[in-house]
Each structure stands twice: as structure tokens, then as C-alpha cells.
């Protein structure tokens, strides 16, 4: 089955960076984009990039261009997210999934647990 693991959140200053990871099994990693969605507190979920399959096209909502960046190892079938400058609206549970543009009306169980990114000073 399809299994996504992600780690690297944390608490940072505003203006500080993070990288995430997420660790993909149970697919053809490299068969499917992939994409990073996040859950703030009291919200719902919001579309924060996305990566087609090698990696070549790359996407990302207005707020976070410039700041946050897509990659992903195929070697390695994993995903990553680094986040620079981060801001306190920034503060979101983080998760990945597969497909460029996943489904944003409720969180999908293979998605995992997320991993938790506090942005305050």
C-alpha cells in the first residue's frame, strides 16, 4: 500500500528555514508527481506545491514563491520541501501526496500523521 512518511518540522523564529522530507513506498515513486499540502490551525487544507516526475516542472502557491522550494531524489523516493523565511502564518501541520494537484476536501489516510511546523518567536 501506498505509504508516506514525513519528518523534519519543527519551531523556528520568523524568518528562519526548515527542510522536510517525505518518505514514499508501496508505488513507482518516479511514475507520479507529487505535491505538498499543509493544515493551519482552524483551516482547511491549502495547496503548497507541486513537482512533476523527474522533477522538471515545478510549481507553487502565490505565497509561498520565492521562499519555499520542491525537490525530490528518485533514487531515493523521497520528496522534499525546503522552507526559508518563514513567517508565523507558515504554521501548519505539512504533508505529502502523491499527484500534482491531490484532493483538498479532507486528508487522506495515506498521507500519514504530517509533520508540525511552529513558526513564532
Known amino acids: 500500500e501506498v505509504q508516506l512518511v514525513e519528518s523534519g518540522g519543527g519551531l523556528v523564529q520568523p524568518g528562519g528555514s526548515l527542510r522536510l522530507s517525505c518518505a514514499a513506498s508501496g508505488f513507482t515513486f518516479e511514475n507520479y508527481a507529487m505535491s505538498w499540502v499543509r493544515q493551519a490551525p482552524g483551516k482547511g487544507l491549502e495547496w503548497v506545491s507541486g513537482i512533476s516526475w523527474n522533477g522538471g516542472s515545478t510549481n507553487y502557491a502565490e505565497s509561498m514563491k520565492g521562499r519555499f522550494t520542491i525537490s525530490r531524489d528518485n533514487a531515493k523516493n523521497t520528496l522534499y520541501l525546503q522552507m526559508n523565511s518563514l513567517k508565523s502564518e507558515d504554521t501548519a501541520v505539512y504533508y505529502c501526496?502523491?499527484?500534482?494537484?491531490?484532493?483538498?476536501?479532507?486528508?487522506?489516510?495515506?498521507w500519514g500523521q504530517g509533520t508540525q511546523d511552529t513558526v513564532s518567536s
Open positions: 501526496s502523491q499527484g500534482y494537484l491531490p484532493p483538498l476536501n479532507r486528508k487522506q489516510d495515506y
